[in-house]
């Protein structure tokens, strides 16, 4: 009796759970290897066959932009921003934010440099984690002398400024380090 050689087949996911899980399995792939990463490196990675791709993605340029999409996609944060245990002291809440926000940005920074966008998140993609930030800083307003949408504009402002690697070419400044800069700024205090 001859042996046969019995490959395991993906379990069967409606086309909408395969396009998510083969995107996951291209993000990491097309982080290290940009557009040039295979089809076949992407199948190996979701533990699919080839020709499944296919059956979700017309081709591989729509994979490529299905990966770019989730990148920018502002769900993952906005949740992950209104997950952060609201009974922490504020800064601790905000450093939360800030580590939150470098992730996203340099996770996008990376896909964009990997396979070479070059255009602009569509517009409102950046609202959502806004409002999410916003209310962060809304539930603690009795300790801002400014109001809480300055306050978050101005945390997300220091947040890239102080994270992109163009911007800040040395060591990246840490989210408690960021937090502290807004909430305490830079002036000696007085000693009475």
Do not use: Y
């Amino acid at each position: 009796m001859l042996a046969t050689k019995t490959t395991k087949r993906a379990k069967a996911l409606p086309p909408d759970e395969r396009r998510a899980a083969i995107v996951a399995a291209a993000l990491p792939l097309m982080l290290q290897h940009g557009v040039g990463v295979s089809t076949r490196q992407i199948a190996e990675a979701a533990c699919i066959a080839e020709g499944t791709i296919f059956r979700v993605f017309p081709d591989k340029e729509a994979l490529v932009a299905a990966v770019v999409a989730s990148a920018f996609d502002p769900a993952p944060v906005e949740q992950a921003l209104e997950a952060i245990d609201r009974t922490l002291p504020f800064a601790d809440q905000l450093t939360q934010a800030v580590v939150i926000m470098q992730r996203r940005m340099r996770d996008i920074w990376n896909i964009t440099a990997a396979v070479g966008v070059t255009s602009a998140p569509r517009p409102g993609t950046r609202a959502a984690e806004f409002a999410a930030l916003t209310a962060i800083c809304e539930r603690h307003r009795a300790q801002l002398s400014r109001p809480p949408k300055m306050v978050a504009q101005t945390l997300r402002g220091l947040t890239l400024a102080l994270t992109h690697p163009a911007l800040a070419p040395d060591q990246p400044v840490s989210p408690a380090q960021i937090v502290s800069l807004l909430l305490d700024g830079v002036r000696t205090r007085p000693t009475c």
